[in-house]
C-alpha cells in the first residue's frame, strides 16, 4: 500500500529518502526550487551534477542529497510549455515516471515531488496537477512493490487546493 499525500512548504526541509528537483538540462543550478535545493544541499551536490553530462527533458538522474535531510535528489527536467512541438504532456508525465522507476531501482521507498515545470516554465498549473496525479497513481497501479511513500509538495496554497482536488478524484 502506497500513501499519497500533499505537503505545503519547502521541500528542502522534508526528511525523505528522496526529493525530485525540476532542473533544467544542464543540471548546473537555476531558480526556483532548482536553486533552494542547490542552496540547501552545498557546493557538493553542484560538484557531483558537473559529472553527470546533463539530462533530456522528460529524463531523470540521481544524486546524493549532501547537507539536505533528504538521503538523495533525484534530478529531473520538465517540459518548457509551449516549446515542445506538442508533447508537453506526456514529457511531463514521463518526468514523474522516471523518478520513480530510479527510485525503486535504488531501493528508496520515501518521494517528494514539487510541481514540475509550473514555475519558471510555464505549465498551466491545473493541467500540470492533472497530469502529476494520474500519472503517480497509474504508475503505483503497475507497481505494487514500488514504494511506499509519495508526497506532493506544493509551494502556495493555490496549487495545495489544486492537488487536492486531483486526489479527490483518484
Ligand atoms: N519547495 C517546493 N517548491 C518550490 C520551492 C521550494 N523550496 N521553490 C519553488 N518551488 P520552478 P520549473 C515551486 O520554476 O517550472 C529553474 O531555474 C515553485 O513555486 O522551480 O520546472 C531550473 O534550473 C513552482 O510551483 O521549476 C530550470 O531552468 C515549482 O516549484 C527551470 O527553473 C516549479 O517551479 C525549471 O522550471
Redesign the pocket.
Known amino acids: 500500500m502506497t500513501s499519497i499525500t500533499i505537503h505545503n512548504g519547502?521541500?528542502?526541509q522534508l526528511d525523505v529518502d528522496v526529493i525530485v528537483n525540476?532542473?533544467?538540462p544542464t543540471l548546473l543550478?537555476?531558480?526556483?526550487?532548482?536553486?533552494?535545493i542547490h542552496a540547501a544541499a552545498g557546493s557538493g551536490l553542484l560538484a557531483e551534477c558537473k559529472t553527470l553530462d546533463g539530462c533530456r527533458t522528460g529524463e531523470a538522474k540521481i544524486t546524493q542529497g549532501y547537507k539536505l535531510p533528504a538521503k538523495f535528489v533525484i534530478h529531473t527536467v520538465?517540459p518548457i510549455f509551449g516549446q515542445e512541438s506538442g508533447h508537453e504532456a506526456e514529457l511531463l508525465a514521463s518526468c514523474y515516471r522516471s523518478c520513480l522507476d530510479l527510485a525503486v531501482q535504488h531501493q528508496l521507498k520515501s518521494i517528494a515531488f514539487?510541481?514540475?515545470?509550473?514555475?519558471?516554465?510555464a505549465y498551466p498549473k491545473e493541467q500540470a496537477a492533472q497530469i502529476a496525479v494520474n500519472t503517480v497513481f497509474e504508475w503505483v497501479n503497475a507497481h505494487a512493490n514500488g514504494v511506499e511513500k509519495i508526497i506532493f509538495?506544493t509551494?502556495?496554497k493555490e496549487?495545495k487546493v489544486l492537488y487536492q482536488k486531483q486526489l479527490q478524484k483518484s
Not at 543550478?29 to 533552494?36: N, R, Y
Open positions: 519547502d521541500i528542502t525540476a532542473a533544467n543550478g537555476g531558480g526556483g526550487v532548482d536553486g533552494a520538465g514539487p510541481t514540475i515545470s509550473t514555475g519558471v516554465y509538495v509551494h502556495s496549487d
